[in-house]
């Protein structure tokens, strides 16, 4: 099974800063990665499909790219309704798995 | 508009079964694969299972596989999940999503339904 190593667990930063988040497949998985942002008591929601195709709707300061085994979410300006939990996911063959998940606090 | 919205959860004591039931509407739901994903209480998420657009194929995480079967019904617009032999560290909410067209992984995903595995 492919395994996906988020990093890092959690971080804090202000309104404004640019962040990134890495995962790291355990094998190659070309683009068929995406990222997902989940907000306390709801439901995750698509930001990035195909490793680096920006959701329909979702702001054009989210971006993600890499190919392969490396891949990175990138938020160029955090804005306040951005705080909340990241997870990529792999869908390159069964079983799918998730990153263990970015929590991104307020400093 | 399109929409996932899962029932059947509750409290259940270990070793028992529960069907959980997710209710698709505003798509063609006989066009998508769908799947269940799981978030245990404070914890990350884990995909559980998928089902083709026509039920013929089924892939299940190595955790549920052998308890949990995932199934459909076309004619009634409704993903299934029936679980087995539940064990505490089933507890989790449990959410249905679509598969998104050209199988880009999940768009659309159901508000999740909560299930309390407890003696």
Redesign the interface.
């Given at each position: 099974?492919i395994q996906m190593t988020q990093s890092p667990s959690s971080l804090s930063a202000s309104v404004g800063d640019r962040v990134t988040i890495t995962c790291r497949a355990s094998q190659g998985i070309r683009n068929?990665l995406?990222w997902?942002q989940?907000k306390p008591g709801n439901?995750?929601?698509?930001l990035i499909?195909?490793a680096s195709?920006l959701?329909s709707g979702v702001p054009s300061r989210f971006s993600g790219s890499g190919y392969g085994t490396e891949f990175t979410l990138t938020i160029s300006s955090l804005q306040p309704e951005d705080f909340a939990t990241y997870?990529c996911?792999h869908?390159n063959g069964?079983?799918?798995?998730?990153?263990?998940?970015t929590k991104v606090e307020i400093k | 508009q399109v929409q996932l919205v899962e029932s059947g959860g509750g409290v259940v004591q270990p070793g028992r079964s529960l069907r959980l039931s997710c209710a698709a509407s505003g798509f063609t739901f006989s066009s998508y694969a769908m799947h269940w994903v799981r978030q245990a209480p404070g914890k990350g998420l884990e995909w559980v299972a998928v089902i083709s657009f026509d039920g013929s194929d089924k892939y299940y995480a190595d955790s549920v596989k052998g308890r949990f079967i995932i199934s459909r019904d076309n004619s009634e617009n409704t993903l299934y999940l029936q679980m087995k032999s539940l064990r505490h560290e089933d507890t989790a909410v449990y959410y249905c999503a679509r598969e998104s067209w050209g199988s880009d992984a999940v768009d659309i995903w159901g508000q999740g339904t909560l299930v309390t595995v407890s003696s």
């Open positions: 099974d068929d995406g997902y989940q439901a995750p929601k698509r499909y195909a195709s959701q997870y996911l869908y069964y079983p799918w798995t998730f990153g263990q998940g | -």
